[in-house]
């Protein structure tokens, strides 16, 4: 496509990621790339894609994106309605998850493989349909990916190996090294990203289809070997490094990115017309040593864009796919709380009508934006349901994760929220190392007190994932945690198991049996109707 302007940095290379620059290219003639979105959920299309297709339209490339949901082919769901066993089902999790029996173990594998998304089970479907789109003539396949999908990629690989198509992988989680040593072994691989490379983007492409290597590109894993000076060594004294490595400074102009572009999703076949937005990268507190979002490819320091890029974006997508529900996928809408307030204020003028939902922290002091006032005004805005991250009920635990709250604000947070009319879901955990059955007994204390204005709660077992504050604590300091023991790393799936010591006691067995009961009660009861638009969504 002569005398397309893309975004390019080579010619200038090495620069900062958020130096863009504009550069004629008139030698491709529309190649075509193929978008394979592997992050599939079928209520809304996936942002990276958005993102990766307007960068690559905007480069004079061909795109067509394969969404599996187009096949049929529906992801994990979310939130199911809870059945009257319910509860049954929440303690066989319970206690099969715990479980050291190898038997008991096994039962619980075959039945999470039952449960998992049919794109989980259906990597048969997925490669025959790109094997379809392959031959009807691709000149590059990108993969954007969740780590669980890794037998799905291999075999995308091998197809893309055996026609000689270069295949690029990418997903939120491969800035782990760990995880990026594991999955640079997939066959048929051209470049595995691991940073936000949207001003690289059409570069990589262009040199993986001229066979060149990207490992040079900022946000691009290099195994190459590197000689470099040992820490302690003499002055001119060279190891070889054998880790893989990649440059990759969090991107900063975030505004400087073309909007999200969704036109080649399966629009027909979602239920109702969702569009995801994202005002932000990171999340302002960033500091919980158990989280994973803080550490995955987009999620490493906060940064935002403008309010008026932000409702620009929203009355955009609103003209263009007719959107009124949005739902904001930020880890944390109120990290900017000007940006937040803006939203509020503006989002009504630009797409009138709108319902949409979003994730808060609920600050420990000070001004997080979640006043009673504040939360009124965001329900007149369109606000219908507010998630946040309870964690536990337990104070003391609370603040051995640094997750930065403060019960008496939360427990006021929620009754602002029923008051605003909001439906309310928070995410929670048991098993952080250090709880207790007493600390588990307040969690149920606290669900019990605020039972009428919970929602919903999605509790978890807590899960170490390479790359965290925690396990990084852990790897370094293992004797301050006796309570984790048989730890064992699965980098491909950036999961580290372990058995938390205080599951063999019988009273802490006992209250997480009466916690699990508590919640079992609380999502029984019926969702608010102002946010059934988004059953299932988040
Ligand atoms: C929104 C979100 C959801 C939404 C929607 C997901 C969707 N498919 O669209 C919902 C709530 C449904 C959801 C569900 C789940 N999620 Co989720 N989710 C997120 C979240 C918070 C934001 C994702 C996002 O839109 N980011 C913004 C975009 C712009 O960033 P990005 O996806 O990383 O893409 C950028 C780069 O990575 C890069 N890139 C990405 N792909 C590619 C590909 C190529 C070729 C290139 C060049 C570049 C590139 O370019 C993009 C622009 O910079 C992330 C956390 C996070 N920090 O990212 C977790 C996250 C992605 N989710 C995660 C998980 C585990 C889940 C669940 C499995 C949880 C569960 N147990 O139920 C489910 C399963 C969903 C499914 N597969 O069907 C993990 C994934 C870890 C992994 N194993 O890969 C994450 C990282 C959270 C975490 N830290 O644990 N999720
Ligand atoms: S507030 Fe949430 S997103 Fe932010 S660091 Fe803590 S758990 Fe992660």
């Given at each position: 496509?002569?005398?397309?302007?893309?975004?390019?940095?080579?010619?200038?290379?090495?620069?900062?990621?958020?130096?863009?620059?504009?550069?004629?290219?008139?030698?491709?003639?529309?190649?075509?790339?193929?978008?394979v979105d592997l992050n599939n959920f079928a209520r809304y299309p996936s942002v990276a894609i958005?993102?990766?297709?307007?960068?690559?339209?905007?480069?004079?490339?061909?795109?067509?994106?394969f969404a599996p949901l187009s096949t049929g082919l529906t992801g994990v769901a979310r939130e199911p309605k809870t059945?009257?066993?319910?509860?049954?089902n929440?303690?066989?999790r319970?206690?099969?998850?715990?479980?050291?029996?190898?038997?008991?173990?096994?039962?619980r594998r075959m039945y999470a493989t039952r449960a998992s998304s049919r794109l989980a089970r259906s990597k048969n479907e997925v490669t025959a349909e790109v094997?379809?789109?392959?031959?009807?003539?691709?000149?590059?396949?990108?993969v954007s990916t969740y780590l669980m999908y890794h037998p799905h990629c291999a075999e995308i690989?091998?197809?893309?190996?055996?026609?000689?198509?270069?295949?690029?992988?990418?997903g939120a989680y491969?800035?782990?090294?760990?995880?990026?040593?594991?999955?640079?072994?997939?066959?048929?691989?051209?470049?595995?990203?691991?940073?936000?490379?949207?001003?690289?983007?059409?570069?990589?492409?262009?040199?993986?289809?001229?066979?060149?290597?990207?490992?040079?590109?900022?946000?691009?894993?290099?195994?190459?070997?590197?000689?470099?000076?040992?820490?302690?060594?003499?002055?001119?004294?060279?190891?070889?490094?054998?880790?893989?490595?990649?440059?990759?400074?969090?991107?900063?102009?975030?505004?400087?990115?073309?909007?999200?572009?969704?036109?080649?999703f399966p629009?027909?076949l979602y239920p109702?017309?969702i569009?995801p937005?994202?005002?932000?990268?990171?999340?302002?507190?960033?500091?919980?040593?158990?989280?994973?979002?803080?550490?995955?490819?987009?999620?490493?320091?906060?940064?935002?864009?403008?309010?008026?890029?932000?409702?620009?974006?929203?009355?955009?997508?609103?003209?263009?796919?007719?959107?009124?529900?949005?739902v904001?996928v930020?880890?944390?809408?109120?990290?900017?709380?000007?940006?937040?307030?803006?939203?509020?204020?503006?989002?009504?003028?630009?797409?009138?009508?709108?319902?949409?939902?979003?994730?808060?922290?609920?600050?420990?002091?000070?001004?997080?934006?979640?006043?009673?006032?504040?939360?009124?005004?965001?329900?007149?805005?369109?606000?219908?349901?507010?998630?946040?991250?309870?964690?536990?009920?337990?104070?003391?635990?609370?603040?051995?994760?640094?997750?930065?709250?403060?019960?008496?604000?939360?427990?006021?947070?929620?009754?602002?929220?029923?008051?605003?009319?909001?439906?309310?879901?928070?995410?929670?955990?048991?098993?952080?190392?250090?709880?207790?059955?007493?600390?588990?007994?307040?969690?149920?204390?606290?669900?019990?007190?605020?039972?009428?204005?919970?929602?919903?709660?999605k509790?978890n077992?807590?899960q170490?994932?390479?790359?965290?504050?925690?396990?990084?604590?852990?790897?370094?300091?293992?004797?301050?945690?006796?309570?984790?023991?048989?730890?064992?790393?699965?980098?491909l799936n950036a999961q580290?198991?372990?058995?938390?010591?205080?599951?063999?006691?019988?009273?802490?067995?006992?209250?997480?049996?009466?916690?699990?009961?508590?919640?079992?009660?609380?999502?029984?009861?019926?969702?608010?109707?102002?946010?059934?638009?988004?059953d299932g969504v988040m």
């Open positions: 496509m002569a005398g397309t302007v893309v975004w390019d940095s080579v010619e200038h290379f090495p620069l900062s990621p958020n130096e863009f620059h504009l550069v004629e290219i008139s030698a491709l003639s529309e190649p075509r790339v193929l978008l958005g993102y990766l297709s307007a960068i690559l339209k905007q480069g004079g490339y061909a795109v067509e994106v059945p009257w066993w319910g509860r049954a929440l303690e066989f319970f206690r099969t998850g715990i479980s050291r029996s190898p038997v008991v173990r096994r039962i094997a379809r789109r392959l031959d009807a003539g691709i000149d590059v396949v990108l690989g091998r197809l893309c190996e055996e026609r000689g198509v270069p295949l690029v992988v990418g491969f800035h782990a090294q760990e995880v990026a040593t594991e999955w640079l072994k997939l066959p048929g691989l051209s470049a595995l990203i691991g940073a936000e490379v949207e001003p690289h983007l059409c570069e990589i492409v262009r040199r993986v289809i001229a066979g060149e290597s990207a490992g040079s590109l900022p946000g691009v894993w290099s195994d190459e070997p590197l000689l470099q000076t040992a820490p302690g060594s003499l002055p001119g004294v060279f190891v070889q490094s054998d880790k893989p490595r990649i440059q990759s400074e969090p991107l900063k102009d975030l505004d400087s990115i073309p909007f999200a572009d969704y036109s080649e629009w027909s109702n017309v569009v937005i994202i005002t932000g990268r990171g999340c302002g507190w960033g500091v919980c040593s158990f989280c994973s979002d803080i550490t995955s490819t987009v999620g490493r320091t906060y940064r935002s864009r403008s309010p008026e890029n932000v409702l620009a974006e929203i009355a955009h997508q609103h003209q263009k796919h007719g959107a009124n529900l949005f904001f930020d880890l944390k809408l109120n990290s900017n709380v000007p940006l937040w307030r803006e939203l509020i204020r503006g989002i009504q003028k630009v797409a009138p009508g709108s319902k949409w939902i979003a994730a808060v922290h609920v600050g420990a002091r000070g001004d997080d934006g979640l006043s009673l006032e504040d939360l009124q005004r965001a329900r007149e805005a369109g606000m219908v349901r507010i998630t946040t991250g309870l964690e536990v009920g337990s104070q003391a635990v609370l603040d051995k994760m640094a997750k930065g709250t403060d019960l008496e604000i939360t427990s006021q947070f929620l009754r602002d929220a029923k008051q605003a009319d909001l439906s309310v879901q928070t995410t929670m955990m048991t098993g952080y190392p250090g709880e207790s059955a007493d600390d588990v007994d307040l969690t149920t204390k606290f669900l019990q007190t605020h039972e009428t204005e919970i929602e919903r709660v509790m077992r807590f170490i994932m390479s790359g965290t504050i925690f396990a990084r604590q852990l790897e370094k300091s293992p004797h301050k945690f006796p309570q984790v023991t048989d730890v064992e790393s699965d980098h580290i198991s372990h058995h938390y010591t205080e599951n063999d006691k019988r009273d802490y067995r006992n209250s997480i049996s009466h916690l699990l009961k508590r919640v079992h009660i609380i999502n029984r009861k019926p969702l608010s109707l102002a946010a059934s638009d988004f």
